[in-house]
């Protein structure tokens, strides 16, 4: 017999307090913390628990008795279902106060650093049809909303187009108008669909994965330039025939297309990278434009999303990372080379640096382009590339750019930025709790936070990009000169036999290359008995948490410590 399960409690008349993560408002009621979706501080309502754990529930608002002052008007019709626009009930100046208390928490709460005063988030002027690209899913099922089941609301056309539902991988929404992107990409997109449904064209089965039409991708551009590219299973030569003939009124439709591209993607998997994309009208890329330079967008080319807000955030990197034209700078997760070619004029040489060897042949072709004579760029793992051999040859780094995915950095990456040293970092993060883990481990290594800001791109959504400077600490930041023989100092003989510099060559000669942190090193040195000085590289706290040194790494340290008779 199935287990009954237990009636979860309505709670009615409760205040929401404070915004949280993910978009998602907060109440407490006798100390249980209450996570509610599409609700703002200021509103009363009746909650219905849908989740509960022992500190905390996730419910939803069943019947608001006051609306907040500061609530607004959601514009989509919709909102509330496709998952995206959370913060369309809150008026632009409150998203930006949250953004900006979101960043401070989690850099203080998560990362537990000493911060300089943050700046204000620098707050974008469209909240509307800013996005550059979208991405549409096709979907033999069309999502019904709550309000259409009670309703009974029946469709002789259960097909859809639009976006994917959150936690239903196999439906999609139907979208009539997305407010993200253009008017010219919702056009286009409901000219498909009509198309396709007088035609009778098959929409995929996500389950199953039968069907013709697959995915959409609308890409705009500053210069007016417009991609798109229809994505299609493929089988039969006589469904190759049905595909042109769409594409051909695609094309004749909408004459500003300026790169109209197609693929096709018969495996189960809708990535598109490892696919071949054929070209059936006009060019294979678009431009972008960028203080005058020029960055050519080839249809899986990675660009920022929002075009003319992804300016103000450069211009902030650029600006922390105080150029003088004399400094190398090396731009760590370069991508197609667009915050590189964008400092270049303001350096001596940039070096961009990214795993995806497709992105950095872009980056050559952008700084061609663009007449740019002083960047290079190479495609590889960080950790391998970033060796004492590459620092001997093409010198070390006085700035480092980091501009990294979601998740942060990998702790190999931040090993290699301890290991160049430079004298500053600009971290630009579109997550500010990954970067105040890695923000945490940088300041360990021997930096300090200098300034921070924040650049709203994404209107309406509770994502922030969040820039930082750290700039290189002196063992003291206020000094004399004593002159003093070395048994007068309160060393041991062992301390005084290797500095951290030699110690981290001999690594790296007799190790392939290996690269070791002043962390580590000072961490095996301790493990071993070796006096450090009072201010180098001691956590605040004995229960401090800090990355611990790997085994073959510390093996190595104890190696050079042996090699120097320092242990």
């Not at 369309?88 to 998203?95: G, I, R, T």
């Not at 229809?230 to 006589?238: A, M, R, S």
């Not at 301890?418 to 300041?443: H, M, Q």
């Amino acid at each position: 017999m199935a287990r009954k399960r237990k009636e979860l409690p309505l709670l009615e008349k409760v205040t929401i307090t404070d915004v949280a993560a993910e978009g998602k408002a907060i109440a407490k009621v006798n100390d249980l913390v209450i996570f509610v979706p599409y609700v703002v501080p200021g509103d009363v309502v009746d909650l219905q628990i849908k989740r509960k754990k022992h500190h905390y529930a996730e419910a939803e608002a069943v019947k608001f008795h006051e609306y907040s002052v500061v609530r607004a008007v959601p514009f989509c019709q919709h909102y509330g279902v496709c998952g995206g626009c959370k913060w369309q009930v809150l008026p632009y100046s409150e998203q930006i106060k949250y953004k900006q208390k979101q960043v401070t928490d989690n850099l203080t709460r998560i990362g537990k650093i000493e911060l300089p005063e943050i700046s204000p988030i620098l707050g974008s002027e469209k909240t509307q049809f800013y996005r550059n690209k979208l991405e549409y899913t096709f979907s033999n099922k069309r999502w019904l909303t709550t309000e259409e089941v009670q309703q009974n609301v029946v469709y002789e056309q259960m097909n859809a187009v639009g976006f994917h539902i959150p936690n239903a991988f196999d439906k999609v929404l139907a979208i009539e108008k997305c407010w993200l992107q253009d008017d010219i990409s919702n056009r286009i997109r409901n000219a498909v669909r009509d198309y396709a449904y007088q035609h009778n064209y098959s929409f995929i089965n996500l389950r199953t994965h039968e069907g013709m039409l697959r995915n959409m991708i609308v890409r705009t551009s500053t210069t007016g330039e417009l991609m798109v590219i229809l994505i299609c299973k493929i089988e039969k030569e006589e469904e190759m025939a049905l595909f042109k003939q769409m594409l051909q009124y695609i094309a004749d439709t909408f004459p500003e297309i300026t790169s109209l591209l197609y693929i096709i993607n018969n495996k189960c998997n809708d990535t598109i990278t490892d696919l071949e994309v054929h070209t059936f009208k006009g060019k294979d890329h678009i431009f972008e434009e960028m203080e005058g330079l020029r960055f050519k967008v080839g249809p899986k080319s990675f660009y920022q999303t929002n075009s003319e807000q992804a300016y103000n955030l450069y211009k902030v990197a650029r600006n922390f990372a105080g150029l003088t034209g004399n400094e190398l700078v090396y731009d760590l997760y370069t991508g197609t080379g667009t915050i590189a070619n964008f400092v270049s004029k303001h350096a001596r040489q940039v070096i961009g640096i990214e795993y995806v060897p497709e992105a950095i042949e872009d980056a050559k072709v952008n700084a061609e382009i663009n007449g740019i004579k002083n960047t290079l760029f190479f495609a590889g793992d960080m950790k391998d590339m970033l060796t004492q051999d590459f620092i001997n040859q093409y010198g070390r780094p006085d700035v480092i750019i980091t501009d990294p995915p979601r998740a942060g950095m990998h702790q190999d990456v931040v090993d290699v930025i301890l290991f160049a040293e430079p004298k500053r970092i600009v971290y630009v993060s579109c997550d500010s709790a990954t970067l105040a883990r890695d923000l945490k481990i940088l300041c360990d290594g021997g930096y300090e936070i200098r300034k921070v800001r924040g650049v709203d791109q994404f209107g309406m959504t509770v994502h922030v990009e969040t820039v930082c400077l750290l700039s290189k600490l002196h063992e003291a930041k206020h000094h004399v000169n004593v002159r003093l023989d070395m048994d007068e100092l309160d060393l041991t003989s062992a301390e005084s036999k290797a500095t951290y510099e030699e110690i981290k060559a001999y690594v790296a000669e007799h190790n392939d290359g290996m690269k070791v942190s002043n962390l580590y090193i000072a961490q095996v040195k301790a493990k071993y008995g070796i006096i450090e000085r009072e201010n180098y590289n001691k956590p605040k706290s004995d229960d401090s948490r800090q990355p611990k040194c790997p085994k073959e790494k510390e093996e190595a340290i104890v190696e050079a410590l042996k090699a120097f008779k320092m242990i």
